[in-house]
């Protein structure tokens, strides 16, 4: 008899048995996974859904909170993760990268105790260019005696998280997950539309030879910045001894999936362009959830200078310098950097 596939379902169930999560979370991540399902299938139609291209009408672009152009596909990408979670009774509240403030749960569906924040879809420059995107999720606790959360209760460290993960909708799109017992990828049977583990307890190897980073912005980094990359790229006769590859895919769960199957640094270091904000990716809906998957996956995470699990957020849209994958290689940029300061 050839082994039973486990599906995801499966597999919370036997979380919750083992006491690792409790029921609403279960229902809560099965949710998730539902409007990723949703998302798969709209991104997966293309042009012939009409979903590509900028939102907004009349040549108006729309502009979301963070400044950028909205794609048709982003916001239909958070419609349909706010339509699929409001009314399930798991979750007080929701905050997307996608809106300017969080939402509570409207007050004709009961309320649960846990917030769910989200990037809808990320890789939003590779959307009409038939090239992974991929949503990002992150579990808090509502605080305790909290009925009706505001913003200020969303921001909280990335330790407090309960879960996270992401889907990736490339040539597969798999879910990877992790509640805070390892890190596991699901593939999705498309005939079945079940997600089934294809990978339980992902291990991101301690050492590499492959860095990811926006290469054009080399001009604008931090002088830590310019010395590490500088002796990467000095190769086998440099500082590190070794000849490093690069790879930049411009959508950071595909470039995380790749470093979480194969290795790598992944960095989206602090520029003179995006100084002012503080960085260029968010804390909550980006670099916090993927910080805890490379964590639960043996690897490390931090901005340069502080763990960054440990990061108090200040604003729910807070923007952080990124290094996160490979051990070693991640304790090799912050060195640079902590020598520097
Ligand atoms: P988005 O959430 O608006 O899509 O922006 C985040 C993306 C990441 O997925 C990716 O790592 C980065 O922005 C790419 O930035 P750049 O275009 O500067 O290389
Ligand atoms: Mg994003």
Not at 70 to 95: F, R
Not at 145 to 170: I, K, M, R, S
Not at 285 to 307: C, D, H, I, K, W
Request: glycine fraction near 10%; include cysteine; proline fraction near 5%.
């Amino acid at each position: 008899m050839t082994q039973a596939q486990i599906s995801l379902t499966r597999f919370l169930i036997e979380e919750q048995r083992a006491g690792r999560i409790t029921p609403e979370l279960r229902l809560l991540v099965e949710v998730v996974a539902r409007a990723c399902k949703r998302i798969s299938i709209a991104v997966g139609k293309g042009a012939l859904g009409g979903v590509l291209g900028d939102a907004g009408e009349a040549g108006q672009a729309s502009i979301n909170v963070q400044g950028e152009a909205q794609k048709k596909l982003d916001v239909l990408s958070n419609e349909i993760l706010l339509e699929a979670n409001a009314w399930g009774g798991h979750l007080a509240g929701l905050a997307s990268e996608e809106m300017d403030h969080s939402q509570p749960i409207p007050d004709v569906y009961p309320r649960g105790n846990y917030l769910l924040l989200f990037d809808p879809l990320d890789g939003s420059s590779n959307i009409d260019v038939n090239v992974s995107v991929g949503t990002i999720f992150s579990v808090l606790r509502c605080p305790e005696g909290v009925t009706t959360p505001g913003d200020e209760h969303f921001l909280q460290p990335g330790t407090a998280q309960v879960a996270a993960g992401y889907c990736v909708y490339g040539p597969q799109t798999t879910l990877v997950l992790t509640v805070g017992h390892g890190t596991h990828a699901f593939t999705l049977d498309r005939e079945v539309g079940s997600f089934v583990l294809t990978v339980r307890g992902m291990r991101i190897p301690e050492e590499t030879k492959e860095f990811a980073v926006n290469m054009s912005n080399q001009r604008f980094w931090e002088p830590p910045m310019q010395a590490y990359v500088g002796d990467l790229l000095r190769g086998k006769d440099g500082p590190r001894g070794k000849d490093f590859n690069m790879r930049w895919v411009a959508s950071m769960v595909a470039d995380v999936h790749r470093i979480l199957t194969r290795g790598g640094i992944f960095s989206y270091p602090l520029d003179s362009k995006c100084a002012p904000k503080g960085g260029k990716l968010r804390l909550m809906y980006e670099a916090n959830p993927m910080a805890f998957l490379v964590e639960q996956a043996g690897g490390a995470a931090s901005t340069g200078r502080t763990r960054m699990l440990e990061v108090q957020p200040t604003g729910l849209h807070m923007r952080v310098p990124v290094f996160l994958g490979s051990k070693a290689e991640v304790e090799a940029a912050v060195a640079y950097h902590l020598r520097h300061d």
